[in-house]
């Protein structure tokens, strides 16, 4: 008699908690299920979400998973219409959700199969179709039920397609209709008439749409989201005839609208008291004009300004219209000074973020400014603002608050570092290109910022294996690492960095002196990884791929361009089961005949980047084959730095 499997006694609550628990781990769910019978049953009906590697794992996942509510089939370009018709029969009575956006060979057909089957489906993800036409949307139109619908860059779909789909799907709340370049007022006022429940519409580069289409779109009584980005035939005469009002909108977005000004912006956004988001990146000139029409809108928390000129009389006239601003983005923008940004900060005290990038005319004086009144700050965003010396980050340390820093390509040094490390909760810091901080400053980040998640270090020279070592024990939960480009770097620094677990990006390129053997350390420690660059890391052999093969089933990216990998190396990286995407160029050991090895063994490439010397040595039947697959072939033609001896496989064909 067997002994009682004492996992049957634990309640099934328990166990779904456990599950939802660990369902950020990929690895974590399979293994629980291996533990015995009742947990691989309890995992199966628990899974409501699936995202297939490749297209041949489906059939398989529908008999083990019954459950699905979300299916994203963004892997799986090879999608068409007898795939759709059997998962919409696998999952007829559970899918509520469904993402075709990088699926290319789907018509019509398996649209109709997958509204006919699916009655309970409420969003479903059609973008980046550019051939499909009006027959496709009549097909998608007759799932009734539908919530959400993205079409965006389906630029053979008119006006006549639009119209069956407001006419069926009357319970629409969420449509992107961007880049559905043939679609034009009339197709737009048809969603906005038969479909009140909208909250949420995008518009964006529309060329075709003008200000009559609003006058229905305002009317929308749900209406919270508009984004209406370079949308050149709307222009401020002809909103200035608005009659409608819309007052349940929150968020505007009007990017790249270069004909649109304050009269424009004041018609579209009268009566919109609840409005919290404006969003003018690179649109208009800011002027006290504009800032008048912000006084409308007590409830506004966020402007974008980013690219916009003009700003230096603007600036001031907002922060005495605005004094419950969260987010500010003036990234870019022409004619920033102390004096207004300073006052603008004074009068928005509950500012949460804030963005100066590029900003070059901003200097020391207004750093404390800024940290004396926005005492809640948690993201500031101030990269390449070159006049900032460093006594300027001194004062950064008095947001306690912040959650991300980016410095990149500034004059800070160790000090402004000690300053900044009294910010306990950081999690994102950037400080590429600052050629003054040095292992010293790096260790006061280590032993204060133990929730650091995201260290960008990309051209600090100065840094070397002593600081890199501090971080990997001081900041044991980081997800993204980037020391490229810095010669001081060795096999010790990813010995240690190989201890943090959660890595799932590592940038090591242009370190001259990583090896196989601080390869292996790091794959041999983070299972997790999934993008790894070791670009120009000469000494990246063989070995190291082999590494990469035997330990990271996780890796989805890797580049290896003037790496010493050979065909053995490149075919071992092809058994990475999760493998998309591949960049390699300037490999002396690489031939035509490895590469067609890699590429047919490789199942779930989805992009790959070569020279364009191999394109005519590999035979078409292998290049059908892969377009068939889904698989984006790109060939760059560069110039090599030394000889190569290619191999030509094509007379095998």
Known sequence: MEPPNFF???????????????????????????????FYALESTHRTALKPRR??????????????LHLDLTLCPCVDDFALKALSLAW???LRSLDLSRCRLFSHVGLSALALNCTYLVEVDLSNRPDLTDVAAKAIAEAVNLERLRLGRCKGITDMGIGCIAVKCGRLRHVVLRWCIRVTDFGVGLIAIKCKEIRSLDLS??????????????????????????????????LATLQANCKSLKMLNLSKCQNIGHIGIASLTNGAQNLEKLILSSS?????????????????????????????????????????LKELNLSKCVGVTDENVSFLVKTNKNLEKLDITCCRTLTPEFIPNLTNSCLRLTSLRMESCSLISREGFLFIGQCQLL???????????????????????????????????????LKHIANSCSELKNLDLYRSSRITDEGII????????????????????????LAFLSKCQKLRTLEVRGCPHISPQGLSNIVAGCKNLETLDLKKCRKINDAGMIQ????????????????????????????????????????????????????????SLTKAKFHACFESLIPQQILKYMEARGCVLVWREKTFESSWYLLDISALY
Do not use: W
């Open 205 to 238: 580069y529309m060329p075709q749409i003008t200000e009559r289409c609003l006058n229905h779109i305002l009317q929308l009584e749900h209406l919270e989201d508009l984004v209406l980005e370079h949308c050149l035939g709307i222009e401020d005469h002809g």
């Open 92 to 94: 007829r009575s559970s």
């Open 55 to 68: 297209l041949d794992f489906l059939p398989r996942a529908s008999r083990r998973y019954p459950s699905i």
């Open 470 to 493: 501090a971080i990997s024990l001081g900041c044991p939960s980081l997800t993204v690492v980037n020391i490229a480009y810095n010669s001081n770097i060795t096999d010790s620094s």
């Open 548 to 603: 990469l093969a035997q330990h990271s089933q996780s890796l989805k990216q890797i580049k290896l361009s003037y790496c010493s990998v050979t065909d053995v190396g490149l075919i071992a990286l092809a058994s990475i089961s999760c493998l998309q995407y591949i960049s390699i160029f300037h490999v002396e050991g690489l031939t035509s005949n490895g590469l067609v090895a890699f590429l047919l063994a490789c199942q």
């Open 284 to 324: 208009l000139v800011v002027t006290t004009d504009l800032a008048k029409c912000l006084q409308s809108f007590p409830r506004l928390q966020l402007v974008k300004l980013d690219g916009c000129l003009g700003v230096e009389s603007g600036l001031k006239a907002i922060g005495y219209s605005c004094n419950s």
């Open 403 to 441: 959650e991300e820093l980016d410095v990149t390509d500034t004059e800070i040094d160790d000090i402004g570092l000690c300053s900044i490390s009294r910010c306990t909760k950081l999690s994102s810091l950037k400080l590429g290109i600052c050629l003054m901080i040095t292992d010293k400053g």
């Open 8 to 38: 049957d006694l634990l309640a099934k609550d328990l166990l779904y908690a456990i599950l939802d628990h660990i369902r950020d781990d990929p690895f974590a769910p399979k293994f629980f299920s291996q533990a015995c019978k009742s």
